[in-house]
């Protein structure tokens, strides 16, 4: 695989990394969670589009619903894949609604061909944001730092700290 590359320094920086700097894990977690945004977006336009010319009130509110929510969950998607932090707490949340939806699917709904991989999906998510390439990246750890040093420093604790240093 041919990796393209900038220099920065002495060291070549992979593209990828330049584009965002969230490891592998997150960006593979923001493209799952914008999948169901992205069904959500599709399901409200052909909602609107099978509706014909009948559009009453009700319709309406449900199209706005789904593509409120959709459109939402996308920007979810799309944060974890460019490496923003604030991402990670509603893709979390998306992952528990996937696993919830795949779960009745397949349990008292009695349609596990959807189920079982909606709910696959949403584990796959949890899984790869607790991941430890993951949490470090959240917390923002140094080189030999631990999970507790680094939340100390940027925890509620380290924020104290600075303000108190800085007052002085």
């Keep these: 695989m041919r990796k393209v590359s900038s220099w920065e320094g002495d060291a070549p920086v992979p593209f990828t990394d330049k584009f965002s700097p969230a490891p592998r894990e997150v960006r593979i977690a923001g493209v799952i969670t914008a999948l169901p945004g992205l069904a959500m977006v599709v399901l409200a336009v052909l909602l609107l589009v099978k509706s014909g010319e009948s559009v009453g009130n009700n319709l309406l509110a449900e199209v706005g619903y789904y593509a409120v929510l959709g459109a939402g969950t996308v920007a979810c998607g799309v ?79 380290g924020r104290a700290a600075r303000r108190d240093r800085d007052d002085d």
């Design 79 to 157: 944060g974890l894949l460019l490496g923003r932090t604030w991402a990670r707490s509603p893709s979390v949340v998306v992952a528990l609604i996937m696993i919830g939806v795949g779960w009745y699917l397949a349990g008292p709904s009695g349609q596990p061909a959807p189920g079982v991989p909606v709910g696959l999906l949403g584990v796959a998510v949890l899984v790869l944001l607790f991941r430890r390439p993951s949490r470090a990246w959240v917390l923002g750890l140094r080189e030999g730092e631990t999970e507790e040093e680094a939340a100390e420093r940027d925890g509620a604790a």
